[in-house]
């Protein structure tokens, strides 16, 4: 059920303990989303990084805009994307999925790759404060909205010393009301510590799920009053189950080919990660969850900050995904276990 007002979500059929504990704010802002957002990487369909495949191959558009509606319907109200994304194609979906209910929910997007829409292809980066303004105008025109809630530098290992100038000109575009709030995603807790000094700097992106504590982003978080929204909670869909040890992911899949991610190899699961995750099969289905479900509720359980927002393609991935918010966190003896056999009781690294 959704507070049309606030865009916050009550949790229906949960205990009251589980539903506050899933209460989020975003930083030291007033903007509350729900304690799970979608990741709309996969919704942008084909495109390449210098040629090699960036996206997830075809996607269904008109599936695509049915899954954000459900996701709505189920309480959620954070979106993540990305001018990247399918260069344009993803800001331009969620926009149009969204429509008249953008006010209501909180819509995050990033900037700082170049891109050609023509060929569908990322350039290079760009963070010089010009080029954020037309990144911002152009995304905003894509999402069809006139404020972006979230403004997130996208350029992960952007040198500290080009950081200063990119906050500034964030801070410039929270004075205009074009944005309310910004971040940097980035797995660097150097990087994330320098940005958190900036007055309206919200969250830190980066991975995290149960292969991926990212116990020292977590802690640069807790330190700063900052949100954790969280990448890749479900390991790029091997912490699904859905994915053995006889799969192979086709050429245009990113997974096949982005050499930066652990999880899968050359578009096959890791047989290393796999046999982890049957360790912790029974606990993370605990309670009648999915493992999908498992996955996220062992991220809520690691940090009161976080919001997973896992990736889709279908209905019923987001409807299993929502699902999750019913079950709330596991158990902090759940997790302490969970990590206990993945990584051994003193070692909170994978
Ligand atoms: N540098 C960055 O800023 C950066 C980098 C990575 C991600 N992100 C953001 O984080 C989001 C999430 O990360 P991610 O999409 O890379 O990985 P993820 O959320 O761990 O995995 C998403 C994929 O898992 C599969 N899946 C999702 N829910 C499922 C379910 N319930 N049952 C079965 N399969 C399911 C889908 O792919 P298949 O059906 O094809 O398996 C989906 O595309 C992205 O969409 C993006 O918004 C940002």
């Not at 916050?8 to 957002?37: M, N």
């Not at 495949?53 to 459900?70: F, L, M, T």
């Not at 069809?144 to 801070?171: F, N, R």
């Not at 896992?310 to 991935?317: E, Y």
Request: aromatic content about 8%; glycine content about 10%.
């Amino acid at each position: 059920m959704t507070n049309q007002q606030t865009g916050t979500f009550q949790q229906t059929g949960t205990s009251p303990s589980t539903s506050a504990s899933l209460a989020r704010r975003l930083g030291r802002t007033d903007i509350e989303p729900s304690a799970l957002g979608l990741g709309c990487w996969a919704i942008g369909g084909p495109f390449t990084m210098f040629g090699q495949p960036d996206g997830w191959g075809e996607v269904n558009d008109e599936e695509s805009v049915r899954a954000i509606r459900r996701a709505l319907d189920l309480g959620v109200t954070f979106f993540d994307t990305a001018d990247a994304y399918g260069t344009g194609h993803s800001e331009r979906v969620l926009g149009r999925a969204l429509g008249a209910d953008r006010e209501r929910v909180v819509v995050a997007t990033k900037f700082g790759y170049t891109y050609d829409e023509e060929r569908r292809d990322l350039t290079g980066s760009d963070t010089s404060p010009a080029y954020v303004r037309r990144a911002c105008e152009a995304s905003l025109r894509r999402l069809g909205t006139d404020y972006l809630d979230l403004y997130q530098l996208h350029v992960g290992d952007l040198p500290v010393s080009e950081a200063l100038a990119v906050m500034e000109t964030l801070e410039d575009l929270v004075a205009a009301g074009t944005i309310r709030a910004y971040g940097w995603s980035t797995d660097d807790a150097e990087r994330a510590e320098f940005f958190a000094s900036g007055t309206n700097c919200a969250v830190v992106q980066h991975d995290l799920n149960l292969f991926r504590p990212a116990t020292d982003l977590l802690a640069t978080c807790a330190r700063h009053d900052l949100t954790s929204v969280d990448r890749t909670p479900l390991a790029m869909g091997l912490l699904t189950g859905k994915y053995g040890a006889g799969s192979q992911l086709p050429a245009d899949d990113v997974r096949t080919v982005a050499t930066w991610q652990p999880w899968f190899d050359g578009g096959r699961p890791s047989p290393a990660l796999l046999a982890k995750l049957d360790g912790v099969r029974e606990i993370l289905r605990s309670g009648g969850r999915s493992l999908a479900q498992g996955a996220l509720a062992w991220i809520w359980g690691s940090s009161d900050r976080t919001i997973p927002i896992p990736g889709f393609r279908t209905v019923a991935q987001v409807e299993d995904n929502a699902g999750a918010l019913a079950h709330g966190p596991l158990t902090p003896a759940q997790v302490a276990e969970v990590n206990a056999l993945l990584r051994g009781p003193d070692d909170a690294s994978v």
